[in-house]
């Protein structure tokens, strides 16, 4: 309890000192914020700080995958999977970034998209077993043969929300 005291506290004095001081803040300052907003649920300000980490540092692999997180769970699948894609093209050795493309690639049932990207976790992870079963399970959908992966796909939300105007 006192732990979750203590990162609320912070998480206002960072928030005071922003408005206090606009722009003295680099992308792992935003990254932390965002975390902390992820832990209190509050994705729409996590999203805002990561999307603010990867404008000040576009190289950043994990401001690109932190704030494809926010929008995947957000339920905001596509545009989720393009910043893993953004992620794995800063850092192609990146198995998190690959692996959760692909998962949102799966959710959009874009298979051979989501295929690829767990094939680029085994090129580099071939001991992957992870990555090896959703191979083994997309290959069996996109030849007709397999379980089903119907229950990936799921309404998407109204992309206009991610218009901040």
Known sequence: MVHHRKQTLSGMITRLLDQVLPGRRGPEDWLRSGDDFMREARLDE????????????PGNAAAWKRRGVALGLM????EAAGSFARAANVNPSDREAWMCRGFCLVRTLHYQEALWCFVQVLQRYPEDGYARYWCDLLEEEIE?????????????????VLSRG
């Open 46 to 57: 996590a999203f805002s700080c990561f999307e603010e980490a990867v404008r000040i540092g």
């Open 75 to 78: 339920g905001f699948f596509p």
């Open 144 to 160: 007709g043969g397999g379980p089903g992966l119907g229950w990936a796909a799921r309404p998407e939300p109204d992309s206009a």
